[in-house]
């Protein structure tokens, strides 16, 4: 062959290649060719290796460009892998697929720590990578701790606590690890799953990865997503009879006093299987799904599954769970993080339509009998205040009276005049008996300044700032802190407090009080009452919360509000505060207070109060009193009617611009 031939032939070869399209990478195939595990961090250092779980293979193929599926969820416990899919995914991006890519971790801080300790040792030891990366140290590189600009791409890396990082600029692929843990709302711009899923909308063939271990039931997202994909499991064969089935906790045999001798029974023959055949097992497996027309991809993993010398062993497992068993806190840890299930919510958890069905027949503003003392809770929103007044009676019964909001600037006067004019406002009872709120709480932890002004000024209402601490053991209300002080630094007698009020006691009070009353068949037995007047809204935000016994912490529900618990939770702490101490007070106390407010022998439907013998007060006085002993705020004057306001029922309306049915206006918000 001559020199020019040679040529020619160079020159086609070249031409055609590069019309040839690069050879179809899976993720797992790149992953197999280019993944080096750093020594540091990772139990078996060296080239990455599918086969050694090979389990992982279907859910990081899935994640392949040319793969149609656009979700992939992978509800899994720890320890198997879960978070090298999302790594293995980063890396086959930024090598082989480029496109803008947004990793999502629970918190920035902890975002940074993955980026600094998972990605980054990824790339330096992957020269694939490494080639496509510029160093840090180099000036423009685009590599950051939470940027990395490759050709044709970039990955960014932010946490679900942070609105700026989930809606900076649209993104192509995204992986949300560890979703659970993210809070659910993000600096009140909301869900920030639904935030950073909005910046993938704008492409076509877009992938999104979430990955988590569950947590309870209600709270629990990746549960959510699991339960609307196709709900892939991992069927293996048994040594024995060849047939496969999914691995289930339940088929694990053992003694308890001998959980080294654990074994897995074949739900076809029954034959116990030893561990050691796992190896082989997970070789022959294969992933089937139980919903195949659902366009949303699931997985879902246990320990069971764990490779041996990966993760730990059926005797691990058997002996660990004998350990915990019988401690509520440790189990859910073992169920969420082992078995990759929900734990079951605990009794703290309500449901909103359960409350809503123990409503009783009375209205808003209508005193029922056995209520004697008025309390509200106020809370503060920035365009908005929500007051709710709950009335009082023995054994610390309540009854939600009135639920109502006042629309407007909270740092303009005209409000806080409205909130006045509320707090004064009369209430009258099935005997024809006035009565006013008592006490009042606020919460401060908004415009302090502003509440502190307005608490400052109307002492004679008995209206009190508070701020809510979360600290486990706190009381639920203790002292107060002055906080008016001299040029000079020190307290102005008679200066505005600031009560701080344990929240977290309050919630788990009042909680207690309404999972009690699932046991009470006749409404006069219950601790709790609401009005049949009460809108759905109320009830799904009085159950807006649920206590997570792992992390010992009160936790929203996703989209929900909470403004109908937190009032409670401020009335409840306005009936406990030393000037009242509703839950303190005695028998004597209770009798002297019914026979000023429901005079005995007096007609239900009069509207004039029976006297009292030997009465010297006016019946409003007496209500006035401290239950618990000794005076509470002095009597209140009756305010003067507004000019012009049309009464439409034989209870007084709320006052001004307040809102007592509030579906409509926060339905058109």
Not at 31 to 55: C, M
Not at 141 to 166: C, P, Q, V
Not at 246 to 270: F, I, M, S, T, V
Not at 315 to 337: P, S
């Amino acid at each position: 062959m001559g020199a020019v031939e040679r040529a020619f032939n160079a020159f086609t070869d070249g031409w055609s290649s590069g019309w040839t399209p690069d050879p179809l990478v899976t993720v797992s195939e790149w992953a197999d060719h280019h993944r080096k595990l750093p020594a540091r961090a990772a139990s078996e250092p060296g080239q990455w290796r599918t086969s050694r779980t090979p389990f992982l293979r279907e859910i990081m193929d899935c994640l392949s460009d040319q793969h149609p599926a656009e979700e992939v969820v992978l509800q899994a416990c720890i320890q198997i892998g879960k978070s090298e899919v999302g790594l293995n995914w980063a890396g086959y991006t930024i090598d082989h697929a480029p496109s803008s890519m947004l990793a999502v971790l629970p918190t920035v801080d902890v975002g940074e720590r993955w980026s600094k300790q998972r990605l980054a040792p990824m790339v330096q030891d992957s020269p694939r990578l490494r080639a496509k990366i510029s160093p840090a140290r180099s000036r423009d590189s685009g590599n950051t701790t939470t940027s990395k600009e490759f050709d044709g791409g970039i990955l960014m890396i932010t946490g679900a606590n942070s609105a700026a990082g989930l809606s900076s600029m649209p993104i192509k692929k995204l992986l949300l690890d560890e979703v659970d843990r993210f809070p659910g709302e993000v600096e009140e711009e909301g869900d920030p799953v639904d935030i950073a899923e909005g910046r993938t909308s704008n492409f076509p063939g877009r992938k999104i990865l979430k990955v988590s271990s569950p947590t309870i039931e209600s709270l629990s997202r990746i549960n959510k997503d699991w339960k609307r994909s196709d709900q892939r499991r991992y069927f293996v064969p048994c040594p024995h009879c060849k047939e496969k089935q999914a691995l289930k906790w339940d088929n694990l045999q053992y003694k308890p006093e001998e959980p080294d001798e654990a074994r897995y029974a074949c739900e076809h023959c029954g034959a116990l299987i030893e561990e050691h055949h796992k190896t082989w097992m997970l070789e022959q497996g294969e992933w089937r799904a139980t919903y195949p027309e659902r366009t949303i991809v699931g997985f879902h993993l246990n320990a069971l599954y764990s490779p041996i010398g990966l993760g730990r062993s059926w005797a691990w497992l058997a002996k660990r769970f004998e350990e915990v068993k019988r401690d509520a806190a440790r189990l859910k840890v073992f169920v969420n993080q082992r078995l990759g299930e929900c734990y079951e919510d605990p009794d703290e958890r309500l449901d909103w339509e359960e409350l809503k069905a123990r409503a009783e027949p009375y209205s808003l503003r209508e005193i029922p009998r056995g209520c004697l003392v008025l309390t509200c809770g106020v809370d503060v929103q920035k365009d908005r205040l929500e007051a709710q007044v709950v009335g009082w009676g023995r054994n610390e019964q309540d009854w939600v009276i009135d639920w109502a909001l006042c629309v407007g600037d909270p740092t303009r006067p005209e409000v806080w005049n409205e909130l006045e004019r509320y707090l004064e406002r009369p209430f009258e009872n099935a005997y024809g008996v006035t009565m006013k709120i008592t006490s009042t709480g606020i919460d401060a932890g908004y415009l302090t300044d502003d509440v502190l002004n307005f608490t400052r000024a109307h002492r004679h209402l008995s209206v009190f700032a508070l701020k809510g601490a979360s600290q486990r053991g706190r009381q639920i209300i203790g002292r107060p802190s002055k906080v008016d002080l001299t040029v000079r630094g020190a307290t102005i007698k008679g200066g505005a407090e600031l009560w701080t009020i344990g929240v977290d006691a309050a919630k788990h009070r009042l909680f207690a009080r309404l999972a009690g009353d699932r046991k009470q068949a006749h409404a006069s037995s219950r601790l709790v009452h609401f009005s049949g007047e009460l809108p759905d809204d109320y009830y799904m935000q009085l159950s807006a919360e649920i206590f997570d016994p792992n992390k010992r912490s009160w936790i929203k529900l996703h989209n929900r509000r909470n403004e109908g618990l937190d009032t409670h939770i401020y009335a409840m702490v306005a009936a406990m505060h030393p000037r009242l101490r509703v839950h303190v007070a005695r028998e004597p106390d209770w009798a002297k207070l019914e026979l000023a407010i429901e005079p005995k022998g007096q007609d239900l439907f009069s509207q004039a109060p029976a006297p009292v013998a030997g009465a010297t007060h006016t019946p409003q006085a007496e209500a006035a009193r401290v239950p618990g002993g000794g005076e509470g705020p002095r009597p209140l004057p009756a305010p003067a009617e507004p000019a012009g306001e049309v009464q439409t029922s034989r209870q007084p309306a709320p006052a001004g611009g307040w809102i007592s049915k509030r579906d409509d206006w926060l339905r058109k918000r």
